[in-house]
């Protein structure tokens, strides 16, 4: 649906109302040992509509995009809203907000390509595994790619139009080792369709003989020491510090829940060295992965400080608690499906590179470890977090060492940022996978390496 | 159409086209008060329909879901599927069930009063509020009620009606500077008779959760006991049920894979899958087009069954489970919850695991989370900054204690579960 197509609901609108028109679009293709395990598509599109009435929210989706349902779903989230506002004893409170109005279509401009296409690009991944890595027991090839397309209109003003696809590869490769498996998982793609990738096959290959000879390390690799140890996180593990460790403690609704970051505004808790920003679309110059120019709400994004030289600057904000800390919404508002209501949500998290060289970092490490790739991650209100580490070395007197097993590492993030004494001038983005708070989430992250005192974790 | 014509439709559509074919159509309804940061500030309602259809052109297999009934909707996807079935590879794995008895099942209620849920949520809060005032409650209370039918070529008809409500979140105490560690929880319920407070897990999680409030880090490192509450019970259940399904067993990367019929665990252990107990929530059919029966995966630490579909049944040799597992019950044991934290020198009493995806063999490593120090039989205090790490094999073959008093979440059933050879690190 056009957004002129809505203009006709906005006499509808009684109160603060939010409408919008959404397609999620996912194709999962999967070979395990060259069989396919997953072929299919899922589309998921609808209507919804979000009302505030006095600080209390309703909200109504549907499938059906006719003018009945979406007619209906106007009427019932208002009255959704109606009927907590007659509870609970609320308050006027004004939503702050400017309109915006801007139109984005990251879909690709080339010929699209058939499911045939997608499987035998993925069938060439897979016969370039079996003719370059030898000695495997098992490998894995996946093409997940995940379609947004958002219509949204508001009764503040704010227009909106953004199609906002991704794609990834990921292989896995496992060989065994006295009966048990030893695996290794590479991730390429970014933003884009598929057909933005199809001619990377060369960039996949070299992938997977860096992924293959990792793997050939890790099955000579020792156990890490457990404990509190000095160690360079790879900028891959850096961008997941400053997502889980600082940037989900900094979303003001976890802020008003108790999060450890409600006491430590404008107050030191990184070392000097640690600037992290949640970008909303540009980073030095250049498109961030999944760029956000208007959120869910009709925002209008913007970059949010998070540190700065390792004060805590900011909270990322939606409108509501926005109003309730007196400060600007920012764009972090976002929904997962069309049955979803915006949440804070981070865009583009990064730590900020700094001026040294990574060599330098290795050398200046007598005991202690490299880890260079990341498993998945989580945090806490407390601010403990941890993440899995399936691929590091050791490093002894500023040499890298032997490969080490796959590991998890955790700590309090204030602690373990305020330990930083060296940051890399070079930084690295991803985004794959998905963020999980109540609904999934396409982000990416970024950073530079970082030497720090992290706990790991071992027998 | 109705949602029942729609799936002949579908089914019609695809037999057109496909040489065998499967249609799964679903209608859900929802409503949902949600409380964020201890506010009830947003009331949800939604009604959705979604059409799953698997098509196979000889034993070529494509699949595709959307959400949009209408003809016309139903009849671009079956030429999609027809197009996904067209690209891939024969895989002569790939089947669709064969017939079975047509059935209709039913349960729970068939429709919720906004207002009762709105008067149950008011009360936990207000309960909340009286008896932990320093927590800070995040809750969603949903009521769903979905109708599935599933219809194949081979003329299989499965009929489905049901609701529940489901009442999750996560509870979160602040004193001064200090934070608690995030407890979270998920029920699942037939009825909303009963207090939310006094439901399942909730008050002791509540109660935990005001204990997280101070915690200190243990020192040292060592190999301990740990005594797991039924959520870690449920964490380490699921882990059991990756390294015993599909993926694991197709790639060969199960360390169980050649364990069928052999001791995996204690003697003490039973872990069930009940999928039509009505113990715990019900699942009808399986996502593969099976009718789900209950079964038993471990019977007292033997592995009786992997928990494979047809697919994985058929690549592997293996017997297709006879659900698609989850539902997980353990009978309880004989010995009381304290008798047991009793015996214990020096270990945990372990109740959230935050980890990583453990490896394919089993290895498990994180932080224990609403976790207390026991030692010399009594718990110690609450726990920060501890990590543990082990092998969920381990884990099985040395429990040594099942507990008389379980939890049922409606989602499991599990009793508290007393085990060993775990290293636990502290600071």
Known sequence: ?459 | MNLKETASYALKCLKKELDSSSVEVKKLHKKEFIMESGRLNLLKTSSHSSLSLTGLSGHKKGSININKITPEAIEEAVSQVKTFAASSREDSANEIPPFQENKEFSTGPEDAEKEKMYTALKEFKESCNREFPSVVPSVSLTYSRSENYYLNSNGTSFISHKGAYILSGSFLATEGLKVSSLNTYSLHLSDLDTPLIEQASIRRKLKDTVNQLNTSPLPGKFTGEIILTPSAVSYYMNLLAGIISDSALISGKSPLKHMLNQRIGSPLLTLKSCPRSEEVTSTYFTAGGFEAEDTTIIDKGILKEFILGLYASNKTGHKRSLNSGGCFVIPPGNNNLMDIIGTVKKGILLDRFSGGTPTGNGDFSGVAKNSYYIEDGKIQHPLSETMISGNIKDILVNMKALSKETENTGHYSFPWIQTSGITISGK
Request: include cysteine; charge should be negative; hydrophobic fraction near 35%.
């Open chain 1, 1 to 459: 649906m056009t957004l002129e197509s809505l203009y006709k609901y906005k006499e509808l609108f009684q109160e603060y109302t939010e409408l919008r028109i959404q397609k999620t679009s996912t194709v999962s293709i999967s070979l395990l040992k060259g069989d396919i395990v997953s072929n299919r598509s899922n589309t998921a599109s609808g209507a919804c509509c979000r009302v505030c009435k006095d600080g209390m929210w309703g909200f109504s989706s549907t499938a059906e995009t006719d003018d009945e349902n979406i007619t209906r779903i106007i009427e019932e989230a208002t009255e959704n809203a109606l009927f907590l506002s007659s509870q609970e004893k609320s308050r006027k409170r004004e939503l702050p907000g400017t309109p915006v109005m801007d139109s984005r279509d990251y879909g690709t401009k080339k010929t699209r390509v058939s499911q045939k296409d997608k499987i035998d690009f993925l069938k060439e991944i897979d016969n370039y595994i079996m003719t370059n890595c030898p000695g495997l027991s098992s490998r894995t090839v996946t093409m997940f790619s995940i379609d947004l397309e958002k219509t949204l209109l508001t009764s503040e003003g704010s227009e909106s139009y953004r199609n906002l696809p991704r794609t990834n590869f990921y292989f896995q490769l496992t060989m065994d080792k006295e009966g048990k498996p030893v695996e290794i998982t590479g991730i390429t793609g970014g933003r884009g369709h598929f057909e933005e990738f199809e001619s990377s096959r060369e960039t996949i290959f070299k992938s997977i003989d860096q992924h293959y000879s990792m793997l050939l390390e890790k099955m000579d690799a020792v156990d890490a020491e457990a404990g509190i140890k000095d160690v360079i996180l790879h900028s891959d593990l850096a961008g997941v510090l400053a997502h889980e460790a600082m940037g989900h403690t900094t979303e003001a609704d976890f802020v008003l829940e108790g999060s450890v970051a409600k006491d430590y505004l404008h107050k030191k808790v990184a070392s000097d060295l640690i600037s992290i920003t949640d970008f909303a679309h540009t980073f030095q110059g250049e498109e961030c992965l999944i760029p956000i120019h208007v959120d869910d709400e009709g925002n209008k994004a913007e970059d949010v400080v998070i540190i700065e030289k390792g004060i805590l600057k900011n909270y990322m904000h939606n409108k509501e608690t926005a109003a309730l800390m007196n400060q600007k919404p920012k764009g972090n508002a976002r929904a997962f499906n069309y049955s979803d209501e915006p949440l804070i949500r981070m865009r583009n998290t990064a730590i900020l590179p700094g001026k040294d060289k990574l060599e330098d970092m290795i050398r200046s490490i007598k005991d202690g470890y490299f880890l260079v790739k990341r498993g998945n991650g989580q945090a806490d209100s407390t601010g403990e977090f941890m993440f899995s580490v399936p691929m590091g070395y050791e490093i002894k007197e500023g040499k890298l060492g032997k490969a080490i097993n796959e590991i998890t590492i955790s700590g309090i993030a204030m602690d373990v940022l305020k330990s930083v004494t060296m940051v890399s001038d070079e930084m690295s983005w991803r985004t794959a996978g998905f963020c999980g708070k109540r609904q999934p989430m396409v982000l990416s992250m970024g950073g530079p390496a970082i030497k720090c005192k992290v706990n790991i974790g071992g027998k």
